[in-house]
């Protein structure tokens, strides 16, 4: 190749890069600039008893122009929400400004509403808007019509009381008044919606979308099907790991499956094959007869089966971060217990406590760190009191599906 | 000096080298001979460390190769050319720059300087004007030669030849002898060359070695080998088949 | 059951034996990576092939990428009136996954798998001996520049993708389908955020060094022949693809825990 073609190619590929380049910047500047205002923008934060419906990048609307959008959301007081706005700095609030959650389109688009009110001082950057009308949806509402036929029920009670006992008319006048004024409200809360309703202003759209709805239904379905089937929630795992044994430079390959009828209770069963187990002691006691003379002879025999394949089945319960589980451990008596604390996990089991040879029992503990909610490794200590098998290290890695992780994988595909 | 010691090499199943010692001289040519598969281009490979061996050591003057990691080992073979069995031309470049990639990657010389140099080379194997050519463009014996010109291209101390003249014609072939002696004799470099020409074999070399059987099993000077009584080596440099060696 | 946990077990060792060689590979890689001299001819070669020659069919894949999932999207949005997200859901898609998957794919296919036969028949023609007889390490040499060349060009290929692939979604939409323009771009800026091309970015960044490294790797572990050469690029191919999608969705979750907004 020539020096100019060499220069050409240089030439091309500066270019093209170039180009990339502009590119990527160009795109990355365009979608970051959130097309509000040259001036810059502010922030306030208005504290909602539920910030449902809403996530970052919310709009923020007055009169139906878009002066600004949510940034964040955080919980205050343990309680309610507080969310941060950003505002476009040529819109100034006052401090009486009234902001309202309120939700557009059949699909329920929600979007934060600010009312301006009539004070002449203005809100200071990272104040607070303190005026907020109640987002009024059907939750709200059947629990204010609850509290009226409280109500009702304790003005009816104490009429009863009264015209019985002929009490104090006073305390019936008041309990009448508080009613007539809770059921205002309520009424008008009910008008709201049909308003909505009748308007077509997304409130079935919203209904769709409002995740507490839908799991206020999951949860009765749940409940229905609890009563009625008696199958409750039962979460079924299915895992795979392997070990690499340090010493005897093998892999053993674990097939688990768990069962968890309850969160603190379940039924382990793992199918292991062990590619070098320890000896089996097998003692073998003949007769033999020679010269008239009967003498037992008892052969000792150490028998090692390579890729033995062994099973675990174990019961489980869960105090808090403790895992206590016992049964069959590798096909032999056995117990054990767990630690778990976030990605973070210890393990220790005690099986196989035949010691007609002065064996001891074969011991193993190691510890787990969870990558991600899927994937996982291992590393520990196996048999490490044997006196006949010398004792063992090992690491390993593995994953476990639990069956919602299965109805997603199986499911439709999600994008990302 | 190259010492090998006790070296052992299997590929699998295949044990090509077993146990197998051998000294080069410095400043000498040293002939290798053996059957065609008995592992004499394994073994030239293990001399500049492109093979290791699965036990034994390969010392060149002092310095032990196991003792190089990869990492290492990359600057110690400066001191090393090698003429490739089938020439190992780097197809993605032309003659010229094949033979002057030596030059420009370990010599901070001028586009001049290694314009010269390439030129003589060249016409030293005898391939004047073929710069521009591509290997894929070459006969066989010509890309031979081009790999020969790259290997001596930076006159290193040590040079080795994986069959130099296999598949010249005779003309070709004597000159090119005469290249590799005029060469060992200007530079006092080490040569080893891997040949199963005999006759011109003898003439060059201070010492022979045969390989057979993953071993050497005959080593000296061209007259001692001559002399050799052991039936083998007789039968090998005079060219008899006793019908078993297939 | 005991076979199947076997082959399993079997299955995985292998995996790990590769993982194992190619994580061996990449620190030789790094070890030579700031030796000089750096090998800027080389480096541009690669660069070239990887990134201009990759050009057409990574703007013919991102082009009709880009207006199949329009046309899609149109479809099922027209049902809830929200054709009006058809740009934001496009721009997400593209910036987010399927740009920086596509395009490590399209480059494997095509730069990825002329990498490992290139390697592979330098191999097996002795080259990469005759490379280190001469002092050259073939890693410097030959891996370096490549890698090199897939960490810079797969980004600026995905930046093209994404370009062009919505590009292709605003000529469905609005030239053939005749939505209106406005609402489209509001909401294409309006969703698609700064953190989804950065996410998009560091994502094409790792793919182009997986591929790279796991193509280069797959030649230089080439052996016998032609058909060696042949295994070695359409193992290349496989374990590079097979290795981003995997890579895709741990990456995605990394960056869903740093990258606020993505
Ligand atoms: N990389 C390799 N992998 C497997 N086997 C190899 C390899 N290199 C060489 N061998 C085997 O080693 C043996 C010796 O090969 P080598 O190339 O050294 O023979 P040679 O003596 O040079 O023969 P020739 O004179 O024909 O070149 C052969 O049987 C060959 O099959
Ligand atoms: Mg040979």
Same mark, same amino acid.
């Given at each position: 190749m020539t020096r100019y073609q060499e220069s050409q190619r240089n030439i091309k590929i500066g270019v093209f890069t170039l180009i990339g380049i502009c590119i990527l910047v160009y795109s990355t500047i365009r979608v970051s600039d959130r097309n509000l205002s040259s001036k810059g923008t502010y922030t306030v934060s208005v504290v909602l008893?539920?910030?449902?419906?809403?996530?970052?990048?919310t709009p923020v609307q007055i009169a139906g122009v878009q002066v600004g959008y949510i940034e964040s959301l955080d919980l205050v007081d343990n309680r309610r929400a507080r969310v941060g706005l950003r505002i476009n700095k040529e819109v100034q609030l006052t401090e009486d400004v009234t902001a309202q959650v309120r939700t557009k389109g059949f699909l329920g688009e929600t979007y934060i509403d600010l009312m301006p009110g009539r004070d002449e001082n203005l809100i200071k950057p990272n104040g607070e808007i303190t005026s907020v009308n109640p987002y009024t949806d059907l939750s709200e509402l059947t629990s204010k019509l609850s509290a009226v036929t409280d109500d009702i029920k304790v003005v009816t009670e104490s009429m009863k009381r009264n015209f019985v006992e002929g009490g104090n008319w006073d305390q019936i006048m008041s309990n009448f008044a508080q009613l007539s004024q809770k059921l205002n409200t309520s009424l008008s809360s009910v008008s709201n919606i049909t308003q909505k309703i009748d308007e077509g202003k997304g409130t079935i759209g919203r209904l769709v979308n409002d995740e507490e709805t839908i799991e206020n239904i999951n949860q009765a379905a749940k409940g229905l099907s609890e009563t009625i089937g008696g199958v409750n929630r039962f979460q079924a795992e299915i895992g795979y790991h392997l070990e690499y044994l340090g010493n005897s430079q093998s892999v053993k390959n674990y097939v688990s499956l768990g069962l968890k009828p309850r969160p603190d209770k379940a039924f382990l069963l793992d199918f292991v094959v062990d590619p070098n187990p320890p000896d089996q002691r097998r003692l073998t006691t003949t007769d033999v007869t020679s010269g008239g003379v009967t003498t037992t002879v008892t052969t000792d025999q150490s028998v090692t089966i390579r890729n033995k394949f062994l099973i675990s089945a174990q019961l489980a319960k869960t105090f808090r971060d403790v895992t206590i589980r016992g049964g069959i451990i590798e096909s032999t008596g056995g117990v054990g217990v767990d630690y778990k604390r976030g990605p973070y996990g210890l393990s220790f089991s005690a099986f196989d406590f035949r010691s007609d040879y002065g064996e001891r029992p074969h011991l193993k503990a190691f510890g787990q760190v969870n990558l991600t909610k899927n994937f996982y490794l291992l590393s520990g200590m196996d048999d490490f009191i044997a006196k006949n098998h010398e004792r063992d290290w090992f690491v390993g890695a593995g994953f476990q599906v639990i069956d919602e992780d299965l109805k997603s994988l199986f499911g439709a595909a999600r994008l990302k | 000096m190259i010492q090998l010691v006790n070296i052992c090499k299997s590929f699998g199943e295949q044990a090509v080298l077993k146990g197998l010692n051998l000294e080069i001289p410095k400043g000498k040519v040293t002939v290798v001979l053996g059957q065609s598969g008995s592992g004499k281009s394994v073994l030239l490979k293990h001399m500049i460390g492109l093979l290791r061996p699965d036990s034994g050591e390969v010392v060149v003057d002092g310095t032990s190769l196991s003792t190089l990691s990869d990492h290492e080992i990359v600057p110690f073979r400066c001191r090393f050319g090698m003429l490739f069995q089938g020439a190992a031309l780097f197809d993605s470049l032309n003659v010229f720059e094949n033979v002057a990639f030596p030059l420009k990657e370990q010599r901070q010389l001028s586009s001049e300087e290694v314009r010269k140099i390439v030129e003589a080379k060249l016409a030293a194997v005898g391939l004047s004007g073929i710069e521009e050519k591509m290997p894929s463009e070459l006969s066989g014996g010509m890309r031979k030669r081009v790999g020969l010109a790259r290997a001596i291209a930076l006159e290193p101390k040590i040079i080795l030849y994986d069959e130099p003249t296999t598949g010249l014609d005779p003309i070709m072939t004597s000159s090119i002898t005469q290249l590799i002696s005029e060469t060992q004799k200007r530079l006092k470099v080490t040569s080893v060359i891997i040949s199963h020409d005999i006759e011109s074999s003898f003439n060059i070399a201070d010492k022979i070695a045969l390989l057979h059987e993953g071993r050497i099993l005959m080593e000296g000077s061209p007259e001692e080998v001559r002399q050799s009584k052991i039936p083998y080596v007789h039968n090998f440099i005079n060219g008899i088949s006793t019908g078993s060696e297939v | 059951?005991?076979?199947?946990?076997?082959?399993?077990?079997?299955?995985?060792?292998?995996?790990?034996?590769?993982?194992? *060689?190619?994580?061996?590979?990449?620190? +030789?890689?790094?070890?030579?990576?700031?030796?000089?001299?750096?090998?800027?001819?080389?480096?541009? *070669?690669?660069?070239?092939?990887?990134?201009?020659?990759?050009?057409?069919?990574?703007?013919?894949?991102?082009?009709?990428?880009?207006?199949?999932?329009? /046309?899609?999207?149109?479809?099922?949005?027209?049902?809830?009136?929200?054709?009006? /997200?058809?740009? +934001?859901?496009?721009?997400?898609?593209? +910036?987010?996954?399927?740009?920086?998957?596509?395009?490590? /794919?399209?480059?494997?296919?095509?730069?990825? !798998?002329?990498?490992?036969?290139?390697?592979? +028949?330098?191999?097996?023609?002795?080259?990469?001996?005759?490379?280190?007889?001469?002092?050259? !390490?073939?890693?410097?040499?030959?891996?370096?520049?490549?890698?090199?060349?897939?960490?810079?060009?797969?980004?600026?290929?995905y930046g093209f993708f994404l370009f062009i692939g919505v590009a292709g979604a605003y000529f469905v939409a609005v030239g053939l389908l005749g939505l209106p323009e406005a609402p489209f771009l509001s909401k294409l800026y309006y969703y698609v955020d700064m953190d989804d091309v950065i996410g998009g970015l560091m994502k094409s960044v790792f793919f182009g060094f997986l591929l790279t490294i796991i193509s280069c790797h797959r030649g230089y572990r080439t052996s016998g022949g032609a058909q060696g050469v042949g295994l070695s690029t359409t193992r290349a191919v496989v374990i590079s693809s097979v290795t981003v999608l995997v890579a895709d969705y741990f990456l995605t979750s990394w960056i869903l825990e740093f990258l606020p907004n993505f």
């Open positions: 008893t539920s910030a449902t419906g809403l996530t970052r990048k | - | 059951m005991k076979r199947l946990v076997e082959r399993l077990g079997f299955w995985i060792q292998k995996i790990m034996e590769e993982f194992g *060689e190619v994580l061996s590979f990449t620190a +030789s890689f790094g070890r030579w990576l700031f030796v000089p001299p750096f090998r800027w001819r080389q480096t541009m *070669e690669q660069m070239e092939f990887i990134g201009i020659g990759s050009l057409p069919v990574i703007a013919l894949t991102g082009l009709f990428t880009g207006m199949v999932f329009a /046309l899609q999207a149109h479809h099922s949005f027209r049902i809830f009136h929200a054709e009006a /997200l058809i740009g +934001s859901t496009v721009g997400l898609a593209l +910036s987010r996954e399927i740009g920086p998957v596509f395009t490590a /794919l399209m480059v494997t296919a095509r730069a990825g !798998s002329a990498m490992a036969a290139e390697i592979g +028949s330098m191999k097996v023609t002795e080259q990469i001996d005759a490379l280190e007889s001469m002092a050259v !390490s073939p890693i410097h040499y030959l891996v370096v520049p490549r890698v090199v060349a897939g960490l810079v060009m797969v980004p600026i290929l």
